[in-house]
């Protein structure tokens, strides 16, 4: 049962404070790694035309004033990509940012309306050269608190270990008995008649009204994360293009895209793109989604028009988000991402 007293409860507070002040240190260590690594650390704006344009993110509204009294709508990021991307456009090679980010409809013992979202950019290298710095800061976080088998809900792993290389389609053909790859055209476009067969003879239900994605989804879920991360992290590679739309697709391969996942004890940490930089085709991605959510939900997010522009300026550019709650979350051993956060968001 969790704890019905407040977080600001004297004897509530001394015992969530060691996991707190473990946060700081490995908040500290984490800054020093960039800095070796010759990164520069940079501050987004929270407020933006858009917080983004997936179809399943909800982002917070509100209205800013001009000096005329004219409301002009913005909102709260759900990721400081789009600043950072344009932050690289003008000539920004290696940037972090420990960014605050707001996510509506997002409470769990995994998520929260609020949390810390670190996000880095390295222009000029392959997406892979992502995977390293992920292992490197697994290992990083491991040693400032000295857990060194880290668990959550019964699965376990060794944070300092070699992660797992897995692409989707192994993925699926390993834990559900299903060839993705076979239910996607030579040209990325996906085959809902295909995937929906083969879910349903893997023992999958599914809905009449569900979509490629939403059945990918369902698999992914229910068959694939949970045996992932288990025993050492699992870097989880090539996702449909169609799941992907930030990244570039592989070369050589249009079917999927240059995206991978971190997962420890079957926990999604962090999410990397080799990113897309054609506006053309960012635009009619952004647009699709868009259709989809309102769809889904009755509402659209605005196009960053300035963000599509800047893509144009970018180099070839990769980069990753890690929910740093969830990483301090398993390296201190909470159950929650609320047990490591100095102030949760009131109810």
Not at 2 to 21: G, I, Y
Not at 23 to 28: E, M, Q, S
Not at 269 to 274: I, R, S, T, V
């Amino acid at each position: 049962m969790e704890d019905a007293s407040p977080w600001w409860q004297k004897a509530r507070h001394a015992d969530r404070r060691p996991r707190l002040l473990a946060r700081n240190r490995i908040t500290a260590a984490v800054r020093d790694w960039f800095a070796a690594e010759d990164f520069t650390e940079v501050e987004c704006a929270a407020l933006q035309v858009s917080p983004g344009n997936e179809t399943h993110l909800h982002g917070f509204a509100t209205d800013l004033i001009g000096p005329d009294g004219a409301p002009h709508r913005r909102y709260l990021h759900t990721s400081p990509e789009f600043a950072m991307k344009k932050l690289v456009a003008a000539g920004e090679a290696r940037i972090f940012d420990f960014a605050r980010v707001w996510r509506n409809r997002e409470r769990t013992a995994l998520h929260h309306p609020e949390f810390v979202m670190l996000e880095w950019y390295r222009a000029g290298v392959p997406y892979t050269r992502l995977m390293e710095d992920c292992a490197a800061l697994l290992r990083l976080a491991a040693g400032i608190t000295g857990l060194r088998n880290w668990s959550y809900r019964g699965r376990e792993a060794d944070p300092a270990a070699e992660p797992e290389r897995l692409t989707v389609a192994d993925a699926f053909a390993r834990h559900a008995g299903i060839d993705l790859l076979a239910t996607i055209a030579p040209d990325g476009e996906p085959d809902r008649p295909a995937l929906a067969a083969a879910a349903e003879a893997a023992g999958i239900r599914i809905a009449a009204d569900d979509s490629w994605t939403d059945i990918h989804s369902r698999i992914l879920v229910s068959r694939i994360e949970p045996h992932l991360g288990i025993g050492r992290p699992t870097i989880l590679c090539e996702y449909p293009a169609s799941e992907a739309a930030l990244a570039r697709r592989k070369p050589g391969d249009p079917r999927v895209a240059e995206r991978f996942e971190l997962y420890v004890c079957g926990v999604e940490l962090a999410n990397a793109f080799g990113e897309l930089t054609d506006p053309a085709e960012q635009r009619a991605r952004f647009e699709a989604d868009m259709d989809e959510k309102q769809r889904l939900y009755g509402e659209r997010y605005p196009i960053d028009e300035g963000f599509l522009a800047a893509l144009a300026a970018m180099p070839d550019t990769s980069g990753i988000a890690l929910g740093f709650d969830r990483l301090v979350m398993l390296a201190t051993g909470a159950n929650r991402v609320e047990d490591v956060m100095w102030v949760p968001v009131s109810d």
